[in-house]
């Protein structure tokens, strides 16, 4: 069980994206409420991963390398915290976004 407090409670959860399995997210976004600015889908080894993982696009190296600032979640989950990633979760393994700034809209990197 984590200690971290989480900007939006289980109840506070609605259906939003079909199933499609888990992903990683840091957090910035499900603790500290950051929006979405970066996100890449990479191939996954097991069917319950998306291949989703998902940035607020400030995060260092060494924030990135310590496992306590990132965790598994539904992709459900992170589309709570962020909307605008749901017209692009169905893009293909080996995706990668960036937010535009001052946009709701993400561009294509990969």
């Known amino acids: ?57 400030t995060e260092t190296q060494d924030y990135v390398d310590n496992p306590d600032n990132t965790m598994y979640y539904d992709v459900n989950t992170i589309a709570n915290y962020d909307r605008t990633i749901i017209p692009y979760l169905d893009n293909p393994f080996g995706s990668e976004f960036e937010k535009v700034e001052n946009s709701e809209e993400f561009k294509l990197i990969i």
Do not use: H
């Open 1 to 57: 069980m984590t200690t971290k407090k989480f900007k939006l409670n289980a109840n506070e959860l609605i259906d939003l994206v079909p199933q499609m399995g888990g992903c990683f997210a840091t957090d910035k976004i499900t603790v500290e409420g950051m929006k979405v600015g970066y996100m890449y889908r990479e191939e996954s080894e097991n069917e319950s991963d998306s291949g989703w993982r998902f940035f607020s696009g």
